[in-house]
C-alpha cells in the first residue's frame, strides 16, 4: 500500500512559493490573481511571451487537424518547419528534431563519435550541455557528475574564451569541441569572436566537429537568429531547443551540408521528434520573431536595461541581447529576494554573484522600468 512517505510528484526541483496558473505576454499569475513581471521566461523558454495568440491559435488549430503521427509518416508541416528553421539559421544544410535541449546535444556529439570515429571531446570549465549522461560527459558540474563518472566519455575541460589555453593542445584528438557561445548558468560568460574563430580554424584543419549549443543562444535572444551569426563563424552542428517552440517541447540539430550527407536513413530517430503540434509552434514562433521585429526589440530592451543599471548595486551586466547577468557580489542573493517579493522573477546562476535575465523577447517597457524602479529603490534602502 502506498503510504504517503514521498509526494507523488518527486520533490527534484527548488520551486517558487506559489504556483504559476496562467500567463500573458511578460506576466505570470498566481492562485491569487497576482500578477510576477517574468525575467526569467520559464528557464529562456517563453521567447515570444507567454501564450502568444498566433502560437496558440497555430498549436489550437493543428491539434484540430492531428495531433500526432510518428516519423513513419511524411508530414508537410514537418518538412515545412524543417525549411523554415533551416532558412532561419541561414548556415546550416538540414535538421533533426527531437524534444529536448539534452536530446539534441546528445544526438550530436552521437554524431560526432560515429563520423570522427575519435573517443573524447574538448569542452569548457563551467560548461552546462544537459543531463543524459553524453551532455553530461561534457558539463562541468561535478555535482551532476557524481556517482555517473565510469560513465562517463572522457572529455578535456579548458577556460573558456581563453585564447592561451588552446595553444599545444592537440585537436585530432577529439571527436568534436563543444561549447555554449555565451554560458549561461556559468554567470553569461562571454568570449571574443577572434576565439570562436580559432576554434574554427583548428577544429577545420584537425577534422574534428564544432558543435554550438545554442540551446540558449539561438532563436533571436541575442538579436540575430543564432550567436554563430553574431561572432560571424559557422559550426558543424548547432543544437537549440527552449525558444523554438514558445514552449512547446522542441529541440532540434542543425547540421552543415557535409555533416547531414554522411548520415544515412535510420542512423538517428525519436518517436516524438517534429510532432505537429511542435512544429506548428516552431513556424508560429518563427513567423511572431519575423513579423513583430522581436530581434531588434530584444536588443533595444538589453539597451534600456543595460543604461538604467548604471549606478546601481549591478556593478556589470554581461551578456548580449537578452541574455543577461547581472553582477551584484554579495548583494545577489538578498536582490533576488527583494525583487521576488515585489512579485520579479530572474533567475541566479551557477556564480553566487550573478543573477541572470532571460525575458521574452517582446518585454514591455512598463515591465522593464519597474524592474530597473525596483533595484533603484532596492540601492536606496527604500524596500
Ligand atoms: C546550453 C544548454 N544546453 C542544454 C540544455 C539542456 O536542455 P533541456 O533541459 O531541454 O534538456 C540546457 C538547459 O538548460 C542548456 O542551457
Known sequence: ?????????????????????????????????????????????????????????AISAQAGELIFYSTAARIP??????????????????????????????????????????????AFDGSFHGRTLLALSVTDDAALRKGYEDFLVPTTFLPFGNMDALEGVDFSSFAAVILEPIQSMAGVKTADAEWFATLRSKCHTAGTLLIFDEVQTGFGRLGRPFAAHLYEVQPDITTCAKSMASGMPMGAVLLSEEVASQLKPGDLGSTFGGGPLACAALLATLSVIHSEGLMARAMEASRL???????????????????LGLRAGSQAGALKKTLLSKRILVGGSGDPGV???????????????TLLDTIHDYQEGTL
Open 1 to 57: 500500500m502506498h503510504t504517503n512517505l514521498v509526494p507523488a510528484l518527486l520533490p527534484t526541483y527548488a520551486a517558487y512559493p506559489f504556483p504559476i496558473l496562467k500567463g500573458v505576454g511578460d506576466q505570470v499569475f498566481d492562485d491569487d490573481g497576482n500578477a510576477y513581471w517574468d525575467f526569467y521566461g520559464g528557464h529562456c523558454v517563453c521567447a515570444t511571451g507567454h501564450s502568444h495568440p498566433t502560437v496558440v491559435d
Open 77 to 122: 508541416l514537418r518538412d515545412e518547419a524543417a525549411r523554415a528553421l533551416v532558412q532561419f539559421a541561414d548556415g546550416p544544410a538540414s535538421v533533426f528534431f527531437c524534444n529536448s535541449g539534452a536530446e539534441a546535444v546528445e544526438n550530436a556529439l552521437k554524431i560526432a563519435l560515429k563520423l570522427t570515429g575519435r573517443k573524447g571531446f574538448l
Open 305 to 323: 536595461i543595460q543604461q538604467g543599471l548604471v549606478g546601481t548595486v549591478v556593478s556589470a551586466v554581461q551578456g548580449q541581447g537578452l541574455l
Open 355 to 369: 543573477l541572470r535575465l532571460m525575458p521574452s523577447l517582446n518585454v514591455s517597457d512598463e515591465a522593464i522600468q
